[in-house]
């Protein structure tokens, strides 16, 4: 890591920078995430959309509701772990991140 950060501080601010900057983050937030809640989320991954296909097939949403708030509450906890102890960050915010870098739950609030 003291490399990157070495190497990173030479370079000039330019896109490959500004990628190892993104990457040394996303990969922080990584590292907080523990690799039982890795695993779940993967596995809960796969077995939801089994769900999914089965509540589709069956035209029951409700046999599906079950697993997809299970994944939402996974989620959850993964991005919990992701902010680590900055709680000054919405946990909101923290899940838009994935999706929308930068963007601060507020502003998609009023869009």
Same mark, same amino acid.
């Given at each position: 890591?003291?490399?990157?950060? +070495?190497?990173?501080?030479?370079?000039?601010?330019?896109?490959?920078?500004? #990628?190892?900057?993104?990457?040394?983050?996303?990969?922080?937030?990584?590292?907080? &995430?523990?690799?039982?809640? &890795?695993? %779940?989320?993967?596995? =809960?991954?796969?077995?939801?959309?089994?769900?999914? &296909?089965?509540?589709?097939? +069956?035209?029951? !949403?409700?046999? !599906?509701?079950?697993?997809? %708030?299970?994944?939402?509450?996974?989620?959850?906890? #993964?991005?919990?772990?992701?902010?680590?102890?900055?709680?000054? &960050?919405?946990?909101?915010?923290?899940? =838009?991140?994935? !999706? /929308?870098?930068?963007? %601060?739950? /507020?502003? #998609?609030?009023? #869009?």
């Amino acid at each position: 890591q003291d490399d990157l950060e +070495e190497y990173a501080s030479n370079l000039e601010l330019t896109d490959e920078r500004r #990628i190892l900057e993104l990457e040394q983050t996303s990969f922080e937030k990584q590292q907080r &995430v523990p690799a039982e809640l &890795v695993s %779940k989320s993967a596995e =809960l991954g796969s077995s939801a959309y089994t769900a999914w &296909v089965k509540a589709r097939k +069956e035209s029951d !949403f409700s046999l !599906f509701a079950p697993t997809l %708030k299970e994944c939402f509450d996974t989620r959850m906890e #993964i991005a919990r772990y992701e902010r680590g102890d900055d709680e000054s &960050v919405p946990l909101y915010t923290q899940m =838009l991140d994935a !999706f /929308e870098m930068g963007m %601060k739950a /507020e502003r #998609i609030d009023s #869009i």
